[in-house]
């Protein structure tokens, strides 16, 4: 089955300052990326997905970044804000079938 | 977006009492929800995918008997946790998928304690 690992487990960054968090994948078909933000205690909310047939796919101040053939995507989060800080999870599924979470990055932007 | 909700989102019982959370999809239909369990500062695992009309798929390690899994229509699924003990103490989270887009949503959750 689908394995997904994410790092790093923890980042720190200045207000300003870019965030990158990274994930690879293990099946090669799947070909849906979605990643997610979860404050504590609350659900997890969608931020940005990505699908196979794309490269890239930004929203403002977010981008994610797809690279089918080593298998491994990115979120990136550019002018980071304090309210930024969570905890993201990146995932990966085959069209509509199961997502498979990756463990999760702790973001904390210091003002 | 669409909206899942959770009921109840904390609640607290006594070891081998049975729990029930139900899981909504208010303004979609939903043929296949998702039960998660998330362990505190740890990831989402998948328990078990609900299937509308059908028996739900479990995952690998998941007491199926333990966790009971209805899903009667197109808009409920429920989790019940049979005989709960302290070490089934987590957060228990559903999600549903629109089926045009793929996209999941998540419930608010249910934080389950047993004393």
């Known amino acids: 089955g689908e394995n997904v690992e994410q790092h790093p487990s923890t980042l720190s960054v200045q207000e300003g300052d870019s965030a990158v968090i990274k994930c690879t994948y293990s099946?090669?078909?799947?070909?849906?990326f979605p990643w997610y933000k979860q404050e504590l205690g609350k659900r997890p909310q969608l931020i940005i997905d990505i699908r196979s047939n794309v490269g890239e796919k930004k929203d403002q101040r977010i981008a994610v970044t797809l690279n089918k053939t080593a298998k491994h995507f990115s979120l990136h989060i550019t002018e980071t804000q304090p309210e930024d800080s969570a905890v993201y999870f990146c995932a990966a599924s085959r069209g509509f079938q199961k997502l498979v979470f990756g463990t999760g990055t702790r973001l904390l932007v210091s003002p | 977006g669409a909206v899942v909700s959770q009921h109840p989102s904390r609640v607290i019982c006594k070891s081998g009492t049975s729990v029930k959370i139900e899981c909504r999809s208010l303004d979609f239909q939903a043929t296949t929800m998702f039960w998660y369990r998330q362990f505190p500062k740890q990831s989402l695992m998948l328990m078990a995918t609900?299937?509308?009309?059908?028996?739900?798929?479990?995952e690998q390690g998941v007491e199926k008997d333990k966790f009971l899994i209805n899903h009667a229509s197109l808009t409920l699924s429920t989790l019940t946790v049979t005989s709960a003990h302290p070490e089934d103490s987590s957060f228990y989270i559903c999600s549903a998928r629109v089926q045009h887009t793929g996209e999941l949503f998540f419930g608010e959750g249910s934080r389950l304690t047993v004393l």
């Open positions: 609900s299937n509308e009309g059908s028996k739900a798929t479990y």
């Open positions: 099946d090669s078909a799947s070909n849906y």
